[in-house]
C-alpha cells in the first residue's frame, strides 16, 4: 500500500487539509495518507525544509510527500517532481528541496507540466495530489513532467565560516514547539572546523561555552529535588537531528518560558561560534 504524506502551512482550521485528502482518496482509496504537519509558519520554505528534511527518513522507501507551502503556479515558481533516496517529493521549485539534496544528490527531476489539463487556483489540491496518486498507481515522472537538472537555492541554508577558520556564524532556521532554537549549524561541520579548540556560542547577549549531550546535563543530581532550581536554565546541544540548538530546560511559553521568548531569537537571527587559539 503506497503512503502520502502531506505538510503543509494550511492549519487546522480550514477545509484545505481535508480536502486533499479527500482528492487523494477519490482518485485511490488502496493507499494511506499521513500528516507531517500543517502548522508550518505561512510561507516558511526554511522551516519547511527542516522538519521534511528530519520527517521522510522515518518513512519506507518509496514513499510519496507533497508539501504545500508557497505553491501557487508562476513563472518564478514552477512545481517540480523530485525523486532522491528512493523517495518522491511534490511541492514547488522554490528553495524547499534544497536543504536535502544538499545533503544527498536527487536521482531525477521533473518540472510538471500537466497544468494545461487542469483549471486551479489551489495546485497543492489540483495538481499536486494528481501527481501523487500517478505516482502510487506507479506512473513514471517523464509522463508529468520534463527532466531538469537544478532546483533553487535556499537562503541562508549553509553557516558562513570566515577565512582564519576561528568563527563560525549561522542562523535560526526553526524554532520548535517548546521554543527551543535551531541553528543551521550541523555537528559533522562544527567538527571540522573546532579541531578540538575551546569555543564560546554567541546569541544576542546571551553566552555558552559548553554543547550538552542532553537537556538534563545540566541537572546536579546530587541536590535533593525540592532544592534545585533548573527550570528555565539555558543550554546549548546538538539535537536529535544533529543541528546545534538552544533551548532551555524543561521550557513552557506560560511559566519558565523558552529561548525563543526569553533571549529574543526568532527565525534568521545570528548565532556565532568563535573558536579559541
Do not use: W
Not at 487546522?12 to 504537519?37: C, N, P, Q, T
Not at 508557497?70 to 528541496?97: P, Q, R, T, W
Not at 542532553?214 to 529535588?225: A, L, M
Request: proline residues 2%; negative net charge.
Amino acid at each position: 500500500m503506497a503512503i502520502i504524506t502531506l505538510t503543509t502551512d494550511f492549519g487546522e482550521k480550514d477545509h484545505f487539509a481535508g480536502a486533499i485528502k479527500g482528492a487523494i482518496y477519490s482518485e485511490s482509496e488502496d493507499l494511506k495518507i499521513v500528516d507531517i504537519s500543517h502548522s508550518v509558519q505561512p510561507f516558511n520554505i526554511l522551516e519547511a525544509a527542516y522538519i521534511i528534511q528530519n520527517a521522510y527518513t522515518s518513512f519506507p522507501k518509496g514513499t510519496i510527500h507533497v508539501i504545500g507551502i508557497d505553491s501557487e503556479l508562476s513563472i518564478e515558481n514552477k512545481h517540480i517532481a523530485v525523486k532522491l533516496d528512493d523517495h518522491y517529493f511534490i511541492c514547488a521549485n522554490n528553495g524547499i528541496m534544497s536543504m536535502i539534496c544538499a545533503e544527498i544528490a536527487a536521482e531525477k527531476i521533473v518540472e510538471i507540466n500537466i497544468h494545461d489539463k487542469i483549471t486551479s487556483n489551489f495546485p497543492t489540491l489540483d495538481v499536486f495530489a494528481k501527481v501523487a496518486c500517478h505516482i502510487a498507481r506507479g506512473g513514471t515522472l517523464e509522463v508529468i513532467g520534463k527532466v531538469i537538472d537544478h532546483i533553487k537555492p535556499i537562503k541562508n541554508m549553509h553557516p558562513f565560516v570566515n577565512d582564519e577558520k576561528n568563527q563560525i556564524i549561522g542562523n535560526v532556521i526553526y524554532i520548535d514547539n517548546y521554543g527551543n532554537v535551531v541553528t543551521n549549524i550541523r555537528r559533522k561541520f562544527f567538527d571540522s572546523i573546532q579541531m578540538g579548540r575551546n569555543y564560546e556560542i554567541s546569541a544576542r547577549n546571551y553566552k555558552f561555552k559548553e554543547i550538552n549531550k542532553k537537556y538534563s546535563d545540566i541537572v546536579n543530581f546530587d541536590i535533593p529535588i525540592e532544592n534545585r532550581n533548573d527550570e528555565g536554565k539555558g543550554l546549548v546541544l546538538f539535537n536529535s537531528s544533529n543541528y546545534l540548538e538552544i533551548a532551555i530546560y524543561k521550557s513552557d511559553n506560560t511559566t519558565v518560558g523558552s529561548a525563543s521568548t526569553l533571549m529574543g531569537l526568532q527565525m534568521r537571527d545570528t548565532v556565532t561560534v568563535n573558536f579559541m587559539k
